[in-house]
Antibody
C-alpha cells in the first residue's frame, strides 16, 4: 500500500522559512515523479511543484518560483519542499503527491494527508 | 496558463440520481484531463485519468468523457458515499491547474 506522510508543517512569521518532508513507503520512490499540491481550507486545489524521478526536471507554479525548492532523496525515500520568504497567501494544507505517468500526461494518483503551514505574525 | 471552468459549482441530488459535471478548458488539451473526488477532511482521490480511464478501485458508476476543451464526469446512480466535491485538472502544460470544484450535496 502506498503511503505518503508529510511532516514539518508549522506556524511561521511572514518572511520566514520552513521545510516540509514527505516520507514515502509501499512503492519504489525512484519509479515515480512527485509533486506538492496545496489547499487553503475551504478552497480549491493548487499545484505547487513537481520533480521528475531523478530530479532532472523540476517545475514550479509562478506564485512560488524563486522562493520554494523541491528536492528528493530516493535513497531515503523522502521528498522535500523548502519554502523561504513565506507570505500569508502561502497559508495552506500542503499535500505530497505521487504522480502516475501515462500517454496523456501524469495524474496525481496517491496523496498524503497533508501538512498545515500557517504564515502569520 | 490554461484556465479551467467547472460547472455547476454545486448541485443537489438524491441517492439514485444520475449527475453530470462539466469541465471546460481555455485551450485544447486533447485528453490530458483528470478528475478527483474530495470528501471533507480527506485528501483528494483520483477517479478518472486521461479523460475517460477509470482508476483502479473506482466504482463503474463513475465515467468520464470528452476531448479538446470540453469534458464531463458522470455518476450514473448516486450513492451516499458519493456526496463530495469533485475537481478536474489538466496535465497538458505547466501550471497543472485544477477547476474550482463542484460540490455534490444531498437533496
Amino acid at each position: 500500500e502506498v503511503q505518503l506522510v508529510e511532516s514539518g508543517g508549522d506556524l511561521v512569521q511572514p518572511g520566514g522559512s520552513l521545510r516540509l518532508s514527505c516520507a514515502a513507503s509501499g512503492f519504489t520512490l525512484s519509479d515515480s515523479a512527485m509533486s506538492w499540491v496545496r489547499q487553503v481550507p475551504g478552497k480549491g486545489l493548487q499545484w505547487v511543484s513537481s520533480i521528475s524521478v531523478y530530479g532532472g526536471r523540476i517545475k514550479y507554479a509562478d506564485s512560488v518560483e524563486g522562493r520554494f525548492t523541491i528536492s528528493r532523496d530516493n535513497s531515503q525515500n523522502t521528498v522535500y519542499l523548502q519554502m523561504t520568504s513565506l507570505r500569508s497567501e502561502d497559508t495552506a494544507l500542503y499535500y505530497c503527491v505521487r504522480e502516475s505517468g501515462g500517454w496523456y500526461g501524469s495524474s496525481f494518483a496517491d496523496w498524503g494527508q497533508g501538512a498545515q503551514v500557517t504564515v502569520s505574525s | 496558463d490554461i484556465q479551467m471552468t467547472q460547472s455547476p459549482s454545486s448541485l443537489s441530488a438524491s441517492v439514485g440520481d444520475g449527475v453530470t459535471i462539466t469541465c471546460r478548458t481555455s485551450q485544447s488539451i486533447t485528453k490530458y484531463l483528470n478528475w478527483y473526488q474530495q470528501k471533507p477532511g480527506k485528501a483528494p482521490r483520483l477517479l478518472i485519468y486521461a479523460a475517460s480511464n477509470l482508476e483502479s478501485g473506482v466504482p463503474s458508476r463513475f465515467s468520464g468523457s470528452g476531448s479538446g476543451t470540453d469534458f464531463t464526469l458522470s455518476i450514473s446512480s448516486l450513492q451516499p458515499e458519493d456526496f463530495a466535491t469533485y475537481y478536474c485538472q489538466q496535465s497538458y502544460s505547466n501550471p497543472y491547474n485544477f477547476g474550482q470544484g463542484t460540490k455534490v450535496e444531498i437533496k
